[in-house]
């Protein structure tokens, strides 16, 4: 297989991805709402719960609002209204036998509603039927307004300005491809077309449209400010830090920090993380902090250092990697593993460090040598994936694989191997020993960690088999998810075909490049 013909299959594939990313771009979906749980409120018989909607820029056209049901006691139906002014635009029906307790509940409107700002919009619950009992509704904790309660509301994201921007971009881009492709050489190529998808998924990807951005942000501002660990109150309020009340608005472009004026956040399921996670978007939020006290930009800024510093380490692993960097620049421009990567949740830097780090494993094996340089990177490398999280740390068995004759001797070799599994166990145990309180009161009742970790240990072999069967049994929605069945907080949705086109472009591509070895040599 001559480098021509790969060049032919790489450029089929990125004309397939074009087209994903213009489709995911012109269906788009998503909310800046806050939501987060406060009290119940029971509806009862006769009782009428009036929400009012603020004005959105772009049509809205799904509705969800936080529900929740007596498990033994529930019956009836609830009525949902949204009204115009004093006009009824839709009316929604909702069977309590179809209520998941403490999930959010859909409802489509048949056309999308473009809001007029001089008109008022509200939404009204009720429920007359003497039979409904057990259903209720949440106050939200996170509004000073004591009538607002948890609810989402959908914007179809059809601003002409950005499709025309996107669009652009991608003609540039794939014109560039066209021109220069035989001139430079394949990783050049690579380099600036991951640059240019990653700024265009940064661009159309609305701020803190991941799962628990809110939270990623509030973890890496409270790192930012020296605070490595987030502070122990009573059992009831793990995880909980005032920071200031200005974060809450990160969308808002209006919005000013002011370090007197704080509130009292909990964010139990981000604090887990150990400061090493938050590295980059902490390093983000100090420089901003010194150049600007405007909440969006400071966001902005984090979630930029963040996707810079993923891009470029990813790009160093495929320069690193002696074989299939095709392929690994392919994962790289999975969609789902694009918005990771420049997002502000951890999960695009332990990405980029485990590229990194099983890149240079393979590289040393391949030169059959190993500087002392080398062997402190290595270490290094499998310290921060260690204190990330424990699922990662088998990664740091990957030093096992350099054979002895890399190194000065066999002891040698025993003694660096030993030095960096047990100091990266040390330094994920250590964290997990301070964090050990945080992941017992997030979970849900009657699960017990110690217990599933006892059951780990005692039991590997049924352990593995359980994940297998985990992932056969979802096979399916994780090849669609990576594929850009659905992205942000897994709401919005590709349609079949564009989601098999790009699936069939990237199966082909691994093909070729899974064979690239044997065929060239």
């Not at 074009?18 to 995911?24: D, H, K, R």
């Not at 820029?57 to 209204?81: A, H, M, Q, V």
């Not at 050990?436 to 039991?459: C, D, R, T, W």
Request: aromatic share 16%.
């Amino acid at each position: 297989m001559t480098f021509k013909t790969k060049k032919c299959d790489f450029l089929i594939f990125i004309i397939a991805y074009i087209l994903i990313i213009v489709y995911i771009n012109f269906s788009f979906t998503f909310t800046h709402d806050s939501n987060n749980k406060g009290n119940p409120i029971l509806i009862d018989n006769n009782i009428q719960i009036n929400q009012k909607l603020y004005f959105k820029n772009n049509p809205i056209f799904k509705i969800d609002i936080l529900l929740g049901k007596n498990e033994k006691y529930n019956s009836g139906k609830l009525i949902i209204y949204l009204f115009e002014n004093e006009k009824i635009v839709e009316k929604w029906e909702k069977n309590a036998s179809d209520i998941r307790n403490n999930e959010y509940a859909s409802f489509l409107l048949s056309q999308p509603l473009f809001m007029k700002f001089e008109k008022k919009y509200n939404i009204i619950i009720e429920n007359k039927d003497k039979n409904t009992r057990g259903i209720y509704l949440y106050k939200n904790s996170n509004i000073n307004n004591e009538d607002d309660i948890c609810i989402k509301v959908w914007e179809e994201n059809i601003n002409k300005k950005n499709k025309i921007l996107i669009l652009f971009t991608m003609s540039f881009v794939l014109l560039i491809f066209l021109l220069y492709i035989l001139k430079y050489n394949l990783f050049i190529s690579m380099s600036f077309l991951l640059f240019i998808f990653s700024t265009i998924f940064f661009y159309i990807f609305p701020l803190g449209v991941e799962p628990d951005a809110m939270n990623h942000f509030l973890r890496a501002y409270e790192i930012s400010e020296g605070k490595f660990i987030t502070p122990k109150k009573d059992i009831g309020k793990l995880g909980v830090d005032y920071l200031p009340k200005a974060l809450e608005k990160y969308y808002d472009s209006e919005s000013t920090i002011d370090t007197k004026d704080l509130k009292e956040y909990s964010f139990l399921n981000t604090a887990v993380y150990s400061p090493i996670s938050y590295l980059p978007q902490s390093i983000g939020i100090t420089i901003a902090k010194n150049f600007t006290n405007k909440t969006k930009n400071i966001f902005y800024f984090s979630r930029g250092i963040a996707s810079i510093t993923n891009i470029l380490v990813c790009l160093f692993a495929i320069y690193l990697i002696p074989y299939y960097k095709s392929l690994c620049f392919v994962i790289l421009m999975f969609p789902m593993t694009l918005e990771l990567l420049t997002s502000i949740s951890p999960d695009g830097w332990i990405i980029s460090l485990i590229y990194l780090y099983t890149s240079l494993i393979i590289y040393i094996i391949k030169k059959r040598h190993l500087y002392n340089k080398q062997i402190i990177g290595i270490i290094i490398i499998s310290w921060l994936i260690s204190l990330n999280k424990i699922v990662y740390l088998p990664f740091s068995l990957l030093i096992l694989l350099i054979p002895y004759s890399c190194f000065k001797s066999k002891k040698n070799s025993k003694f660096i191997k030993l030095i960096s599994i047990i100091t990266s166990c040390l330094f994920n145990f250590t964290w997990l020993f301070i964090a050990k309180s945080y992941l017992a009161s997030g979970l849900p009742a009657g699960v017990n960690s110690q217990m599933q970790l006892h059951f780990i240990i005692s039991e590997p072999l049924q352990y593995i088999n359980t994940i297998c069967l985990t992932f056969l049994t979802n096979f399916e929605t994780y090849i669609v998810q990576m594929i850009g069945g659905s992205l942000g907080s897994f709401i919005a949705p590709t349609t079949a075909f564009s989601s098999m086109t790009a699936f069939s472009a990237t199966i082909g591509m691994a093909w070729i490049f899974i064979f690239d070895y044997f065929l060239v040599n």
